[in-house]
């Protein structure tokens, strides 16, 4: 097969920027390898569906044993060809806790500017923490045209003392404000695929292979010598890792890297809803899935670490067709840690002490959320829960150990400091890097799509 100066597997989020940036150099050939399809004509399932087809069909062990899907997309683009659009910073103090573990270069000073250069914020392009020329549109709903059920949901928490933040991105933001999106005026997804690959694609030393499972990466006397796909090998000077978490640990762990901090140290969000059914007419087919995100100071009772997550979602759920009402709770910052080897994936949710006396709390103050009258109003009654359940521990405990699933942050596995440097140079295999949400080695409270574009963005300036 092909030889390349540089191959890069994983033509997800962080990969397509990889792709562009670095075969922007006429010099070097890039090699862009994707394990799923390419699509000259999306479908509509990656614009605007769920995205429903085009994903790995994962599963890990969410809490207690009890197995559920981990959802991530297996098409040119990743997972942000199949999300909900969400780009949302982490916050500054996230990545100044990685700079404090020995990493300088990850600092929010020397991150934020590629933030800005992936970003053309559409509300804020004159803000010296916005961009307003890169590849990625940000938007924003205009917060005077919410649906009714979605500016109750905006006076219930501000009711409850959260302030409003008409930037959420804005450094530091805490409170609830509208949800920064990456989409096109259509409403389609603005993926890495879109806004930074197909501009590169005509280059002559870019080329993108799709449908191209890796096996392996082939390692000799210590460096990297190329990748091997269905018993052949592509060659290459230097190879980076953009599977993303827990695919890159995964694939180290085929390969025989001999690293004890491959597929350790798994971090996610756990997430739960409260289900509500609306009242006739409240949520339609054309409801917007979600207008409104909310990173609170705190959960009710534990210490303000910014760390609960708070948004609504209405319309018909995924794969379902009547009209719902959804409040999510997430806890952005756990201490429990999962891992993943070659026999499965294991989140861990729940695992450290405290852990789920904080989502319990901060289940029992989305349910007072329901109950503010400006919510209240456009709510027919719920499904499962009702005041019994949220009021007992052991009975809300057993509940959200039911029905707690992935946020769909996944982080770690490849850490850096453990598994890469930060350069991103894997320890002891010259020529080989990781590129992706795997070698974050702190949480990052916030929804990940945005920063994995910046970390891909960064990384390539310490190339």
């Known amino acids: 097969m092909a030889t390349a100066d540089l191959v890069i597997v994983g033509a997800g989020t962080a990969g397509c920027v990889l792709a562009a940036r670095l075969s922007e150099d006429p010099s ?4 862009l390898l994707e394990a799923g399809p390419d699509f000259a004509d999306l479908p509509t399932a990656l614009t605007t569906g769920n995205g429903e087809g085009f994903d790995w069909g994962l599963s890990a062990i969410v809490t207690g044993g009890r197995r559920a899907a981990l959802p991530k997309g297996k098409v040119v ?3 942000a060809q199949i999300n909900g659009r969400g780009a949302v910073r982490a916050l500054p103090a996230d990545y100044d806790a990685w700079a404090a573990k020995g990493f300088p270069a990850w600092s929010w000073e020397k991150v934020l500017p590629a933030y800005c250069r992936a970003e053309s914020d559409k509300d804020f392009p004159g803000s010296t923490y916005h961009g307003a020329n890169g590849p990625v549109p940000i938007v924003r709903p205009d917060p005077a045209r919410l649906t009714p059920p979605m500016a109750g949901f905006l006076d219930a928490a501000m009711d409850f003392g959260h302030p409003y933040q008409d930037d959420m991105n804005a450094p530091g933001a ?3 404000g509208p949800y920064p999106h990456n989409q096109y005026p259509d409403g389609a997804r603005a993926s890495t695929a879109s806004t930074y690959l197909a501009p590169a694609r005509a280059r002559d030393n870019l080329t993108v292979h799709a449908d191209i499972h890796v096996d392996r990466i082939v390692i000799r006397d210590g460096r990297v010598r190329g990748v091997e796909v269905a018993g052949e090998t592509i060659t290459a000077r230097e190879v980076v890792l953009a599977c993303g978490s827990p695919q890159t640990p995964l694939l180290l762990l085929r390969s025989g890297v001999d690293l004890p901090g491959v597929g350790r140290d798994l971090y996610d969000q756990p997430g739960a809803v409260v289900p509500a059914i609306p009242v006739p007419g409240a949520v339609t087919e054309r409801s917007p899935l979600t207008e409104l995100f909310g ?4 959960i009710p009772g534990h210490t303000n670490d910014q760390g609960f997550y708070l948004t609504l979602f209405t319309g018909p ?3 379902g067709t009547e009209p719902s009402i959804a409040l999510m709770v997430g806890d952005l910052n756990p ?5 993943v080897t070659l026999d499965g994936i294991d989140l861990g949710f729940y695992r450290a002490d405290g852990d789920l006396a904080r989502m319990r709390a901060a289940y029992r103050h989305a349910w007072e959320l329901c109950a503010h009258p ?21 009975r809300l405990d057993d509940a959200l150990r039911a029905m707690t699933f992935s946020r769909c942050a996944v982080l770690g596995g490849a850490a850096m400091g453990a598994v890469v440097d930060q350069e991103c140079r894997v320890l002891g295999v010259d020529g080989l890097r990781v590129v992706d949400l795997s070698i974050v080695p702190v949480p990052l409270r916030a929804p990940t799509a945005l920063d ?9 300036t310490l190339m």
């Open 174 to 176: 805490v409170g609830i």
């Open 28 to 31: 070097r050939t890039v090699v």
């Open 317 to 319: 759920p995924p794969g």
């Open 335 to 339: 201490v429990s840690r999962g891992g």
């Open 295 to 298: 990173r609170l100071a705190g």
């Open 77 to 79: 683009g990743g997972s």
């Open 452 to 460: 994995a574009i910046a970390i891909a963005e960064h990384a390539v």
């Open 374 to 394: 400006a919510l209240a109003r456009h709510i027919a009654g719920f499904a499962m829960i009702d005041d019994e359940v949220v009021g007992d521990d052991e």
